[in-house]
């Protein structure tokens, strides 16, 4: 032991506990920096919610935006995205309708925003290699806020340009009005 000034002793640090929380510090670290990153979100989801496909007004596709969309943020970087046009129809839906591959999956995402103030029907189907085709009915609300819909994954089947999707927005009701029809390809 060690004396101090005044005759105590200062307990003597021993090094392998020293070394023991130092180790313990740098495991915690390491666990919640992925778990604070994860609480965050996805890089781009506030500026894809804030932002419209297409100004008010425009009634059709603007050109050289298929590649350039805001919706299209925050997919990640092992996902493949074609995507068509963004679209806005008069009676105010906007759309942008995509096929993703990610791996051996693909998918089709059409992001869409609903201004009419009525709730719509909506269809957004992928068509693959095969004449196989998957459809999945979306529920449009009235909220004029940014949404999305997607089919399930499926296992990719040939390459990706042999996929296509297309969203058909309509007024509810079986004589519903085609409001908009959005596809992947441009």
């Known amino acids: 032991m060690l004396r101090q000034p005044g ?14 929380l130092t180790l313990v ?6 666990v919640a ?3 604070t990153m994860a609480s ?11 932002a419209p496909a297409a100004s008010r007004g425009d009634a059709g596709a603007r050109p050289g935006t298929a590649r350039s969309s805001p919706f299209t943020l925050g ?19 906007e759309a942008q309708t995509c096929v993703l ?24 189907s992928l068509m693959g290699p095969g ?13 004029d806020e940014p949404a999305t819909c997607e089919t399930p994954r499926r296992r990719s089947r ?7 999707a297309v969203t058909e927005f309509a007024e509810r009701g079986a004589d519903g009005a085609l409001l908009l029809r959005s596809g992947s390809n441009s």
Not at 25 to 30: E, K, R, S, T
Not at 75 to 83: D, M, V, Y
Not at 133 to 141: A, D, E, L, N, P
């Open 33 to 35: 920096l992925p778990l």
């Open 101 to 124: 591959t990610q791996g051996e999956e693909t998918w089709a995402r059409t992001y869409y925003r609903n201004a009419t103030g009525e709730s719509l029907d909506s269809v957004l």
């Open 158 to 164: 040939g390459g990706p340009g042999g996929y296509s």
């Open 40 to 50: 965050a979100g996805q890089v781009g989801d506030a500026r894809r919610a804030a």
């Open 75 to 93: 997919l990640g970087l092992a996902t493949a995205a074609r995507c068509g046009p963004d679209l806005t129809s008069p009676d105010g839906i």
């Open 131 to 143: 004449g196989r085709s998957v459809q999945m009915h979306c529920v449009t609300g009235a909220d």
């Open 7 to 20: 005759g105590h002793s200062a307990p003597q640090r021993d090094p392998r506990h020293l070394r023991l």
């Open 25 to 30: 510090g740098i495991v915690a670290a390491v």
